[in-house]
C-alpha cells in the first residue's frame, strides 16, 4: 500500500504535537494501525459523509480524530484535530 500526507496534515500534526506532546506516541500507534488494518476495532473507522464522503475518520482519542482516504493501494493523511476541527 501506498501511504501519502498531504501539506496540510503535516502543518495540523505539527501543531497538533505542539499542543498535545503527551499524545506523540498515541497518533505514532493509530497511524501504523490505520496504515496496517484500517478497520480494527479498537480505531472506530467509519466512512464520513456529506461533503467529506470521500474520507475516512479513526479515533486516536474520544476527542481527537484523523482523516484520511483510502482508495484501492493508496492511503492519504488528510487532517488530524479534536472533533470539532476536523469536521
Do not use: W
Not at 5 to 33: A, C, G, I, Q, S
Not at 44 to 67: A, F, M, N
Amino acid at each position: 500500500m501506498k501511504i501519502f500526507t498531504t501539506p496540510r496534515f503535516e502543518k495540523r500534526l505539527k501543531v497538533f504535537l505542539k499542543f498535545r506532546p503527551d499524545l506523540k506516541e498515541k497518533v505514532r500507534e493509530t497511524m501504523n494501525h490505520i496504515t496496517s488494518n484500517p478497520f480494527a476495532s479498537n480505531l472506530k473507522t467509519h466512512k464520513l459523509s456529506g461533503q467529506l464522503k470521500r474520507y475516512h475518520s479513526s479515533r486516536i482519542t474520544y476527542e481527537y480524530r484523523i482523516i484520511f482516504i483510502l482508495e484501492e493501494d493508496e492511503l492519504c493523511f488528510i487532517d488530524i484535530g479534536s472533533h470539532d476541527k476536523v469536521y
